[in-house]
Each structure stands twice: as C-alpha cells, then as structure tokens.
C-alpha cells in the first residue's frame, strides 16, 4: 500500500467515523497532506468552511498543491469558491470577526496551516476555543513545518492524529529534510 493510500484510507474512515469528529493531519509534505484531505473531503461535503492564518497565501497553497489554478490569487472571506464539487468559504482564524463562520452538521471546517498557533501560547488558547465553538461535523487540522514545533499539546484535544508518511512516495523530501537538519 503507497503512503498516499494509507492517508486516504485514514482520513476518509475518520470522515465516516461517528464517534470521531477532531482530526490532526501531522506529516512532511504539505503539498500532499493538504491535496488528499481536500480530495477525501470532496468525497464527503458539498459545503465547506477553510480557516486559515494567513488569507493572502491560501490560494497559493492549494494551487499548487493540485498543480492547478483552482482558485484566484486573491481570495476574500465574503465569497464563495468552488473547489471540486464543494462550496468552500475563507476565513483567518488568526483576526477575530464577528463573521467568522461557525459551520453546521452539513459542513466541515479545515485548519491549514496550524503550526504558527501551536508555537504560541498566548494564540493556541485562542485557536483552541476556536476549534470549540466550531460546530461543523467534521473538523480537520493540517500542520506545515512541523518539525519546529517542540510541544504537542494539540494531540489531547483531537479526537484522531495521522502522521502521514512519505517514506515510500516522496524519499527526497525526507532525505532533504533529513540533511537539512529539520528532522
């Protein structure tokens, strides 16, 4: 089974898993975390919320995790945007807005990314009562850069954590990392 597999395999039986509704999404490749997150939710959900730290970087980042023009450079919190066959809203959880959606039984909420919270004590309380009045079915939260966070407190408020391998699929990432001195 490729690592890939193994992912889509974990996070669509924690989609249908009734008990289960916090998922963390720990791993080395961003680009792959967050395509098959998307693409398992896509299987779920017609209608989805993505809180983000940083709007600015969003649409970046799921371009090219797709390698495609999926989304507009510029993203704003009061549009509504396509991804798949989902309807997804934007939003920081980094600024506090009244606005901010909440989400409902008919909907998920995504995370990404989520390490600059967890360095921070002071905005990880915050982000914890974030994800608490979050009322979406399914809640997921997507780590990037994670070999610089040192505490993992995170892990006793999800229901479900996922370390997803790229040992087999993506060798050079890790042999980067690895050299690098990240891991």
Request: charged share 25%; aromatic share 10%; with cysteine.
């Amino acid at each position: 089974m490729t690592d890939k597999q193994k992912a889509i395999d974990t996070i669509s039986n924690f989609l249908n898993d009734i008990d289960k509704r916090i998922m963390l999404v720990r791993g080395y490749d961003n680009e792959a975390k967050l395509r098959v997150t998307l693409s398992c939710l896509n299987q779920v959900f017609d209608k989805g919320i993505i809180r983000t730290g940083s709007m600015s970087d969003m649409s970046y980042h799921i371009n090219r995790a797709f390698k495609k023009d999926l989304l507009p450079n510029s993203i704003k919190s009061t549009a509504i945007y396509k991804l798949g066959k989902m309807s997804v809203n934007f939003s920081s959880y980094a600024t506090h807005t009244q606005n901010n959606p909440k989400g409902n039984e008919d909907t998920f909420t995504l995370f990404y990314p989520v390490e600059s919270v967890l360095k921070n004590s002071k905005r990880y309380n915050k982000f914890l009562d974030e994800i608490k009045r979050t009322q979406s079915k399914k809640i997921i939260l997507v780590t990037t850069n994670e070999w610089g966070i040192e505490e993992w407190d995170i892990e006793n408020h999800v229901d479900e954590s996922f370390f997803y391998s790229v040992e087999n699929d993506n060798p050079q990432i890790m042999k980067n990392l690895r050299s690098n001195g990240a891991i």
